[in-house]
């Protein structure tokens, strides 16, 4: 079992900055991937951008240039700077890991999501 606390969510006018951070509980299973992605009132959630643990990234092509992800393997916790935020990127931001269980078995655990709004 894996349980994530997300922290850093707000509200910012566009063009400026947040830090979203997520810490992973302490578990018997090693989480592989860490990522976060954003689900906005009516859409589909997405993927925003993912982390495997030897630091290979993945960026959603609306964010790329501008949002980066980062993780701490020693503290199980993962980071999102967003810059330049825009009044689209206003959604509920989720934090994912994939914890491996054994071979190619992974499972799936969420944070309960932190509010970024974009607004003037």
């Known amino acids: 079992q894996v349980q994530l606390v997300e922290s850093g969510g707000g509200l910012v006018q566009p063009g400026g900055s947040l830090r979203l951070s997520c810490e992973a509980s302490?578990?018997?299973?090693?989480?592989?991937?860490m990522g976060w992605y954003r689900q906005a009132p009516g859409k589909q959630r997405e993927l925003v951008a993912t982390?495997?643990?030897?630091?290979?990234?993945n960026y959603a092509d609306s964010v790329k240039g501008r949002f980066t992800i980062s993780r701490d393997n020693a503290q199980n916790t993962v980071y999102l700077q967003m810059n330049s935020l825009k009044p689209w990127d206003t959604a509920a931001y989720y934090c994912?890991?994939?914890?491996?269980?054994?071979?190619?078995?992974?499972?799936?655990?969420w944070g309960q999501g932190t509010q970024v709004t974009v607004s003037s």
């Open positions: 982390i495997t643990s030897s630091g290979s990234t």
């Open positions: 302490k578990s018997s299973l090693s989480i592989d991937t």
């Open positions: 994912n890991a994939k914890a491996i269980v054994i071979g190619p078995l992974k499972l799936d655990y």
